[in-house]
């Protein structure tokens, strides 16, 4: 698996994506219509248009320490990761995984925990001790997922852009 950073520069000043890129990451984004369902971040999740994954992706890297990560395998986009150097809220010390995709067709293939094992490395390199996450309440699959991964519980709060009950989940990153 390869995997780049988008440069935040690819969605200033109104810039757009390269229209390939767009087109594999509204697929990406589209395939998990179950997520998109839970999420609500998407007014109709059958019908994700290219506009507001593009829309969405610029609210993430508008986050000064903000990072969208692109998975690839034999060429093919196959998951997305947003990171979260720093979060807006002072008081934590940790950095975020904002969000893991990985495209519907190509689950179950070891995308997923290559992708977090890749976040999880590249913020221990930089010394960080902890990386935390939040998942939706109502998602149990995503939170069997990253329990498997060694994520601990920490609190229950609701999500800062839309007050959606989550659990907030830590893994130690020393050692």
Known sequence: MIVEALAPKALEDGAAL?????????????????????SGD???????????????????????????LLARSEGRLVAVAVTLGR????????????????????????????????VEDRFRTEGRT???????ENNPKALAFWTSLGYEETARRPDLAH????????KSLAG
């Open 163 to 170: 007050g959606r009950p989550c659990i907030v989940l830590r």
């Open 18 to 38: 390269p229209g390939p890129l767009l087109t594999e990451l509204t697929a990406l984004y589209a395939s998990n219509e179950e997520f998109q369902q839970l």
């Open 87 to 118: 979060h807006p809220d002072p008081a934590e010390p940790d950095p975020w995984l904002g969000l893991l995709m990985v495209h519907a067709d190509e689950r179950r293939a070891g995308h997923g925990r290559r992708l977090a094992s890749y």
């Open 42 to 68: 998407f007014p109709d999740p059958s019908d994700i248009r290219p506009e507001q994954v593009a829309a969405a992706l610029a609210d993430e890297l508008a986050q000064p320490t903000a990072e969208v």
């Open 130 to 136: 902890g990386l935390r996450l939040a998942v939706l």
